[in-house]
């Protein structure tokens, strides 16, 4: 367990999906935990979320979705390439996604998917959240995030958007393609399952990565 100033400051606590609901329909507890990490973001324009696998796009679909609740304009960019996850938690089409666009496969128009917010911590937004899915899984992760037509998206992100958030890939599995991401965010939060809180290697990834580490958000039950 790390102590002390090496360890990531805990922004918030979420509870994980259950299997029978929506991850964007946000219980209110976990909206009003999640306004602090919000207030870390405020002066970040792109930020990246990196956890091991399932928890990263957990941590980053409620990070999302409480942002757009709130009132800014928020885009969620699936950047775990070689293994989605996101189309499955949030009922979207898998692809085309990220993968598709950056092999020129397909437009802008045809990867963006809208999801609208629901539950008590909603505040009746009628902006839907936008999504993009990373798309049929890659074998060359890496390569596609190195490619100038990423980096080229995420600045057209930046100026439709007020936050744009990337679900990354897992920094211990994939370091090269979540380094490939983190090159084009200003930040970093590290999303952890609350059985992994404190975790060294984790932590040391993510402090290695060439940007600010924020925090961490824990997903309690998942």
Known sequence: MLRGRTRLPVLARVSGP???ARVWSLRQADFEALETALQR???????LVAGEREAAP???LALA???AASGRRTILVECDL???????????VAAPGLHE???WEAEPADVLQPVALGGPAANGSDDPLACVCGGRPASKAETLLGLQSFAHMIEKLRGAYELVLLSGPPPLEEPGPCL????????VVAATPASAVGDRALTKAIK?????ALGAIVVVAF
């Open 101 to 103: 666009y950056l092999r």
């Open 18 to 20: 259950p299997e029978d």
């Open 58 to 60: 957990v941590a980053a």
């Open 208 to 212: 290695r990565l060439p940007i600010p």
């Open 180 to 187: 490939a991401a983190a090159r084009q965010a200003d930040a």
């Open 41 to 47: 973001l405020e002066a970040q324009r792109v930020v």
């Open 82 to 92: 070689a293994q989605p996850h996101l189309a499955a938690h949030v009922g979207l």
């Open 65 to 67: 979705a409480a942002a």
